[in-house]
């Protein structure tokens, strides 16, 4: 697998393929890569005739209050697993080129970012689409693969690629779960052991809210009741949001009449931890 | 001159034109063309192998007290001018393309855009921010050229294109004035005979101010104390503003010690007329 720092570099090899009629999909990464990670790789592997990853922990989704520093990190390890998985390139920019001195362009998607995590993360958003504004300018890619984890995310990207005019397919891709159910998440490495009973209830309520679905529940604030109290019995779990959502507008649904995002943010001792679920009405 | 109204079909083009090897140059325009836009048209038919324009009146950009309605359109006199020096492609999309229902998505230059016309237009810089992302999207252009007479928007146009990672060059074009030395701008044609003479009042009072430099003053407050007066004296005029700034952080200077940008804003009648000019130290 090459290993890309510089940003002209990257776009000079982009344009070669793309001349020569190549396919580049890309996932971009913050690295620390779990199953997760190379799920999405196989797919931008099926899915373009050149596969590229970025890592890159981006300063600017981070508050100053949260892990930045502290987020975990292991490139060699991250190139060895993304080369098994038959990724032609990983871009990977020092954070004094993506953001020299006088740095001053943000991209804001204003209105899917105000809820969930936009409310107890208020500069996350706006790191996240301008830092994947970036590297889709440097990468170029024809199609960019998400998982469904950062569902807000996803939406988010979904966004501001339409409302921008950028030419780039952005696919979705489904939760990657442990055997025990909890979602990949590189974060999932802060977990102390006495907490895994706790962040396994984030999956647990998923399928309980669906349950109550099947069964014929549509009222939301049933639901979220019987969500909540999933979470929290037991402790060692806070809760920072539990809502049922438009999965497209984000916006929060009182009662169920269609396909519903329930999105999960806790806090299991100092772990942030997210899940969520589109519930379905049965067919 | 082939015109397109179509994003994608847009799009489509500019990916056969670029695998093709050719090189689009590109002039962004709001229409209504007097010779500073074929100027630009020129250029980019030198600095081009297909030189495109978008004729687009962009509502993001103007506040709802501003002159969105009534700004002049003439797109068949616009489409002979353009086709006359050469323009290979006119992108012409309609508002509701370029802005559907839920659109969302802004771009903000933050720091270049808060002094002068960020002052007294709070919306200007992130409208063209953001329909210029749009349109570079659209139109995937190599060079762009942007006229010198809206200054501070070129050099929050250079600071996106860095800060955003566009490949794209970005070429300032010097201000085409008219035979009496009025700055060339649509808005022009909403001037009436008799305030002609206060219109004027700009370009000289930008003579002026450099033959003061000449002359060895370097005190900011005594330049901008002599163009408050030039402009003024006789009546019918409105200073906006009238400041010396930093060429490249649009900051205020107080004493001129290399390249210093003079820009002005006045009000003459009901037409919002700007203009400038990098004062230069004698040699």
Not at 65 to 74: G, H, I, L
Request: glycine share 6%; with cysteine.
């Amino acid at each position: 697998m090459r290993i890309i720092e510089n940003i002209s570099e990257m776009q000079r090899l982009a344009d070669t393929w793309r001349a020569g009629r190549e396919r580049i999909a890309f996932v971009p990464t913050m690295g620390f890569f779990h199953e997760g990670h190379l799920d999405l790789m196989r797919t931008a592997r099926k899915l373009g005739t050149k596969a590229v990853i970025s890592i890159f922990v981006n300063p600017t989704q981070f508050a100053p209050t949260e892990d930045f520093e502290s987020y975990p990190r292991d490139l060699q390890r991250d190139i060895d697993l993304s080369t098994a998985v038959g990724t032609d390139l990983a871009f990977v920019p020092r954070v004094d080129e993506m953001y020299p001195e006088g740095f001053q362009t943000y991209v804001n998607v204003t209105q899917v970012t105000e809820n969930l995590c936009g409310m107890s993360r208020p500069v996350f958003f706006r790191g996240v689409a301008t830092v994947v504004s970036k590297l889709f300018h440097a990468v170029k890619p024809h199609i960019a693969v998400f998982g469904q984890k950062d569902f807000q995310q996803l939406v988010s990207i979904r966004r501001m690629v339409k409302d921008m005019n950028m030419d780039i397919d952005i696919v979705g891709h489904p939760i990657v779960r442990e055997q025990d159910g909890l979602a990949m998440s590189s974060r999932n490495t802060y977990l102390k052991p006495g907490e895994r009973p706790a962040a396994l209830r984030l999956n647990r309520s998923l399928k309980e809210a669906q349950e109550l679905v099947d069964l014929g529940e549509r009222n939301a604030t049933v639901i979220l009741k019987a969500v909540n109290d999933r979470l929290t019995t037991g402790g060692g779990a806070t809760v920072d949001y539990a809502r049922l959502c438009d999965p497209d507008t984000i916006e929060d649904v009182e009662v169920i009449s269609g396909p519903t995002l329930l999105a999960l943010a806790v806090w299991v001792g100092k772990t942030r931890l997210i899940d969520n679920r589109v519930l379905l009405l049965p067919a």
